[in-house]
T-cell receptor, first 115, second 114 residues
Framework: DTEVTQTPKHLVMGMTNKKSLKCEQH?????MYWYKQKAKKPPELMFV???????INESVPSRFSPECPNSSLLNLHLHALQPEDSALYLC??????????????FGPGTRLLVL | AQSVTQLDSHVSVSEGTPVLLRCNYS??????LFWYVQHPNKGLQLLLK??????LVKGINGFEAEFKKSETSFHLTKPSAHMSDAAEYFC????????????FGGGTRVLVKP
């Protein structure tokens, strides 16, 4: 099974709201990723967790706060977002995050709209 | 630094005709190369990957790609397009020296005409 699940599928939030995106995988992968994808653009890496520790933060604003409670779960906490943060947020996982040949498996994404 | 260039932002083909999506990469070292497909409002699905084994790589749904080091290319082909192939395709490079981060090409949108 190469499935990564994400909830919710769609999310609408105001600029003062706090919400969370969730990602789950049961492939025994130890690396998990958050990407942001704007319309008609490729995904952009936001965060990488490897063995439940944050290993890469691509200078993402602090209104995005990742959390990795265990090896299967990855959350993205959202607070005081701006309309330009509206995008498709993709989660991915890979076996260890240590090999360039590793395949990243992507979830279906959460479509976020900030009003 | 590594980079990926997808030479066509849009490709239009008729159903049943061949598909060619062109990708050139730039890398100082031997990279791993991937093709992903993204259908509308969906996540990315791996089509195939090259990791320094056979230079001709076969993937899912009848797609294949050939790694040509001399041309720094990794073009994706399919002999006969199907309506379900209409999607966005991304060529991706991963390099251990770059922390195994994925570098995406700009994407090619494929339109399949009946």
């Amino acid at each position: 099974d190469t499935e990564v699940t994400q909830t919710p599928k769609h999310l609408v939030m105001g600029m003062t709201n706090k919400k969370s995106l969730k990602c789950e995988q049961h492939m025994g992968h130890r690396a998990m990723y958050w990407y942001k994808q704007k319309a008609k653009k490729p995904p952009e890496l936001m965060f990488v967790y490897s063995y439940e520790k944050l290993s890469i933060n691509e200078s993402v604003p602090s209104r995005f706060s990742p959390e990795c409670p265990n090896s299967s779960l990855l959350n993205l906490h959202l607070h005081a977002l701006q309309p330009e943060d509206s995008a498709l947020y993709l989660c991915a996982s890979s076996q260890r995050g240590t090999g360039s040949e590793e395949t990243q498996y992507f979830g279906p994404g959460t479509r976020l709209l900030v009003l | 630094a590594q980079s990926v260039t997808q030479l066509d932002s849009h490709v239009s083909v008729s159903e049943g005709t061949p598909v060619l999506l062109r990708c050139n990469y730039s890398s100082s070292y031997s990279p791993s190369l991937f093709w992903y497909v993204q259908h509308p409002n969906k996540g990315l699905q791996l089509l195939l990957k090259y990791t320094s084994a056979a230079t001709l790589v076969k993937g899912i749904n009848g797609f294949e790609a050939e790694f040509k080091k001399s041309e720094t290319s990794f073009h994706l082909t399919k002999p006969s397009a199907h309506m379900s192939d209409a999607a966005e395709y991304f060529c991706v490079v991963s390099l251990k020296a770059a922390g195994n981060k994925l570098t995406f090409g700009g994407g090619t949108r494929v339109l399949v005409k009946p």
